[in-house]
């Protein structure tokens, strides 16, 4: 049976600190676009996070441990978006792209077979796709329907118009 660390509530307040800040100091620039601001906080965030590291890691817990050795290891992952903030740090869209499926995988009990999965896939797709760009469905998939039917070769297109 392994311990608990007895730092692990003091390395989860401090890492949560950082967390935050990290949160804080996307928001802002998220909403300014400071990028000359943004990349200094950058740089000193990475060096508190570095130090921080440095001081809890050999303190830490079997499974603290772990999450610290990771954030060590995989720092250029775990914080991507910090040299990369048109990323942002978390994963709410794609979580919130996904819920129509996993909803519609739950109430419909599944796809039967690989090629009704890539169907229904394919769908699900096209509606998240035409939601995000403040679409129509149900335009987008009559206009489909129109140009199929008269084997036009212009079909509506899911790519941004810029």
């Not at 469905?137 to 008269?150: E, G, N």
Request: charged share 25%; aromatic share 10%.
């Amino acid at each position: 049976m392994q311990l608990p660390g007895l730092h692990n509530q003091a390395i989860g307040e401090t890492f949560v600190d950082l967390i935050d800040e990290a949160f804080r100091s996307y928001g802002r620039w998220f909403q300014t676009l400071d990028s000359t601001s943004y990349n200094d906080w950058v740089n000193k965030f990475k060096s508190k996070v570095q130090q921080t590291l440095d001081e809890w890691i050999d303190l830490a817990g079997a499974n603290a441990g772990k999450l610290l050795r990771s954030l060590r290891d995989k720092a250029h992952q775990w914080w991507y978006f910090l040299e990369h903030p048109e990323v942002p740090p978390d994963n709410n869209q794609a979580e919130r792209s996904l819920r129509l499926a996993v909803t519609k995988r739950k109430v419909s009990g599944g796809s039967r077979s690989m090629e009704r999965f890539q169907h229904t896939a394919n769908l699900l797709t096209v509606v998240q796709t035409c939601r995000r760009q403040g679409r129509s469905v149900i335009d987008f998939f009559a206009q489909s329907l129109l140009a199929d039917s008269i084997n036009s070769q212009s079909r509506p297109s899911l790519l941004p118009q810029y």
